[in-house]
T-cell receptor
């Protein structure tokens, strides 16, 4: 079975502080991992894909297979980063690809 | 152009009614999904269709029935609505399930309130 765990429901920081949103996964194969962001009352938007090794809006995420983690990081948080962040895994099951989302972490950046 | 569009955006209805939510994508994707986001923001997959064929059907009451007339549309029909069905329902699409590294494109959601 595949599982995504985001241990923090809420993360509260001040503007300019570093941010790390934790994500751990459980999957027996080679995972595809993503981070999605949902601003207040808006649709979910793809933020990062692990394969791309990209930096979007100052966020980065590195896949650590040894620790089965895909933490999202940003060195200096901005107020506009306040949103709900979801870690997601897409793994194969019975010939289909099943998307699984974590429970989400609400990030609040105070001025 | 909206890539994944859902209608209606808001839906308020009484218990026991039957309602439908429509979803359309113009991305040429082969796979479409319905997700339910509850009041605690927990996002759970309900159904997935690939080229009009049901491929994921999670533990969802029989009152929920997806219908895919073509690969660009995936509608959700709900019978005998209950208070616990109140949630935001998101439609999403992706390229066919076998391709790696493509994420999901989400609709803007339908906020369903059952009174």
């Amino acid at each position: 079975a595949q599982r995504v765990t985001q241990p923090e429901k809420l993360l509260s920081v001040f503007k300019g502080a570093p941010v790390e949103l934790k994500c751990n996964y459980s999957y027996s194969g080679s995972p595809e991992l993503f981070w999605y962001v949902q601003y207040s009352r808006q649709r979910l938007q793809l933020l990062l894909r692990h394969i791309s090794r990209e930096s979007i809006k100052g966020f980065t995420a590195d896949l650590n297979k040894g620790e089965t983690s895909f933490h999202l990081k940003k060195p200096f948080a901005q107020e506009e980063d306040s949103a709900m962040y979801y870690c997601a895994l897409r793994g194969a099951s019975g010939g289909s690809y099943i998307p699984t989302f974590g429970r989400g972490t609400s990030l609040i950046v105070h001025p | 152009d909206t890539a994944v569009s859902q209608t209606p955006k808001y839906l308020v209805t009484q218990m026991g009614n039957d309602k439908s939510i429509k979803c359309e994508q113009n991305l040429g994707h082969d796979t479409m999904y319905w997700y339910k986001q509850d009041s605690k923001k927990f996002l759970k997959i309900m159904f997935s269709y690939n080229n009009k064929e049901l491929i994921i059907n999670e533990t969802v009451p029989n009152r929920f029935s997806p219908k895919s007339p073509d690969k660009a549309h995936l509608n959700l029909h709900i019978n005998s609505l209950e208070l616990g069905d109140s949630a935001v329902y998101f439609c999403a699409s992706s390229r066919k399930g076998g391709e790696r590294n493509y994420g999901y494109t989400f609709g803007s959601g339908t906020r369903l309130t059952v009174v």
